[in-house]
T-cell receptor, first 114, second 113 residues
């Protein structure tokens, strides 16, 4: 079982619609959950992170966390063509050597159609 | 303030060669982590260095090594390159060992022929 799983997509939504991205994780001990955006050929950039069950909103973005279901999601409201990118879900986990680092999913490719 | 910088931006090597990738963290950041991102996959953790000591290692062979210098910059070395080492190598720096303030550099794209 992969540590972090995402639907690879591609996911296409029309401009102005809500895009919903989903992620599940395997380690019940994980405490921090992250969403990154990665444009083609660029490095990941942090959108937001969430610690607690429930919703966290930042502008057009809302992260949702359900630790009991080991599920994280990202909603993008009023999607714009500039939101077209790959969205990476990441979870903090401790490696066998004790390092606290990020484990990433494979990413979901989002296309917003004008 | 300057962000995380990496050099070179692109690199082409042949199988069996050795490569050194460099990273300069954000000023004041003491931790550097390295990730490998193969095309179509998410980044995969390789190493974390904090205060010049290795603090964590991912599931990579001993051909991969790294170090951190007194100014907190870091090098990633890969020996005996394989075709499968072709990837985007990302460096991320953070204030200390936490990941919440981890910022990625632009990456070095390595192609092994």
């Amino acid at each position: 079982q992969k540590e972090v799983e995402q639907n690879s997509g591609p996911l296409s939504v029309p401009e102005g619609a809500i895009a919903s991205l989903n992620c599940t994780y395997s380690d019940r001990g994980s405490q921090s959950f992250f969403w990154y955006r990665q444009y083609s050929g660029k490095s990941p950039e942090l959108i937001m992170f969430i610690y607690s069950n429930g919703d966290k909103e930042d502008g057009r973005f809302t992260a949702q966390l359900n630790k009991a279901s080991q599920y994280v999601s990202l909603l993008i409201r009023d999607s714009q063509p500039s939101d077209s990118a790959t969205y990476l879900c990441a979870v903090n986990m401790f490696t066998r050597t004790g390092a606290n680092n990020l484990f990433f999913g494979t990413g979901t490719r989002l296309t917003v159609i004008p | 303030d300057a962000g995380v910088t990496q050099s070179p931006t692109h690199l082409i090597k042949t199988r069996g060669q050795h490569v050194t990738l460099r990273c300069s963290p954000i000023s004041g950041h003491k931790s550097v982590s390295w990730y490998q991102q193969v095309l179509g996959q998410g980044p995969q953790f390789i190493f974390q260095y904090y205060e010049k000591e290795e603090r964590g290692r991912g599931n990579f062979p001993d051909r991969f090594s790294a170090r951190q210098f007194p100014n907190y910059s870091s090098e990633l070395n890969v020996n005996a390159l394989l075709l499968g080492d072709s990837a985007l190598y990302l460096c991320a720096s953070s204030l200390d060992r936490e990941v919440e303030t981890q910022y990625f550099g632009p990456g070095t794209r390595l192609l092994v022929l």
